[in-house]
């Protein structure tokens, strides 16, 4: 297609996205809206991004996929309501797991049971089956996987990514300088007996 298509695939996109009611992956959309490629798609994705702008709803991308979410003048009040909500359904522990995603990125279970002091697989089987995370193989690792935030969970949040959530960077330094210090005083007591992670439902 030509660029001057464009629109025309920015407008079956919104169109496709709309009815989806989620995320759609780049390769399904490029086959829907007929884009010829990734850069064509990516190119009308921005164009309708732009068309959003200053409304109700935004539309994000990330690497792998693209989602209509709530833009960020509107999110505020839209958060506060999903939040409670999905606090009642996935507990404290799935609210950690999804901070430690959010604000410190894609990491390894062992990563997030580091932080939280506590085994994390049944939280992060919950948080799958819910399609709030998605994981994929550690390039670092090929024995675990990596997981990372859903566009689905971004959109429900009403963030483009990650980085426009309330007190990213003070957050996201905060994680960085907890994981520094715990390295810090590991090191420093080489003699001492590592305690195995508890599980989640030993949790009080």
Known sequence: MAPDNLPDIAQKAEAFLFAEGGALTLKKLAQLTYARNEPELIAALKLLGDKLKGGGISLVVTDSEAALVISQEAAPEVQKAYNLELSREIGDAGLEVLTILLYRGPSSRADIDYIRGVNSSTTLRTLLARGLVLRAGNPKDAREYVYRPSAELLAHLGAVDSKNLPEYDKISS??????????????????????????????S
């Not at 994680?175 to 989640?200: R, V």
């Open 174 to 203: 905060e994680l960085a300088s907890f994981e520094a210090k715990q390295e810090s005083i590991k090191n420093e007591n080489e003699n001492g007996n590592p305690t195995p992670p508890k599980n989640d439902a030993a949790r």
